[in-house]
C-alpha cells in the first residue's frame, strides 16, 4: 500500500503564496512520477504539475510562471510552491504519484484563495 499525506493547504488572499508537501510511504519504485492535480467545484480533476524521478516536468499552462514544483527523491516527497495566486487556483489538491504501472492519490488539501 502506497500511501501519500500532504500539507500545506489553506486559505489565502490573491496575490499570496501557498507551499505543499505531499509525502510518500510504501513501495516507491524507481523510475516514477510524483505530482500534484486539483478539482474545483463542478470540473474535472487537472493536472497541476508533475516531476519524474529522472527530472522530467511539465506544467499546466494556466499556472506555468507561477507554480513550481520540486522533488527530494530520497525522501519520496513532492513540493508545490504556489506564487501569485489566483482565485481560480482554489480547489482541492491532490497529491499524486505513477509507479509500475499503478497511480496513487491522497486525500488531498484544500487550497481557497480569496479575491
Known amino acids: 500500500q502506497v500511501q501519500l499525506v500532504e500539507s500545506g493547504g489553506g486559505l489565502v488572499q490573491a496575490g499570496g503564496s501557498l507551499r505543499l508537501s505531499c509525502a510518500a510511504s510504501?513501495?516507491?519504485?524507481?523510475?516514477?512520477?510524483m505530482g500534484w492535480y486539483r478539482q474545483a467545484p463542478g470540473k474535472q480533476r487537472e493536472l497541476v504539475a508533475i516531476?519524474?524521478?529522472?527530472?522530467?516536468?511539465n506544467y499546466a499552462d494556466s499556472v506555468k510562471g507561477r507554480f513550481t514544483i520540486s522533488r527530494d527523491n530520497a525522501k519520496n516527497t513532492v513540493y508545490l510552491q504556489m506564487n501569485s495566486l489566483k482565485p481560480e487556483d482554489t480547489a482541492v489538491y491532490y497529491c499524486?504519484?505513477?509507479?509500475?504501472?499503478?497511480?496513487?492519490w491522497g486525500q488531498g488539501t484544500q487550497v481557497t484563495v480569496s479575491s
Open positions: 499524486n504519484t505513477f509507479t509500475r504501472g499503478y497511480t496513487y
Open positions: 510504501g513501495s516507491i519504485f524507481s523510475p516514477n512520477v
Open positions: 516531476k519524474g524521478s529522472g527530472g522530467s516536468t
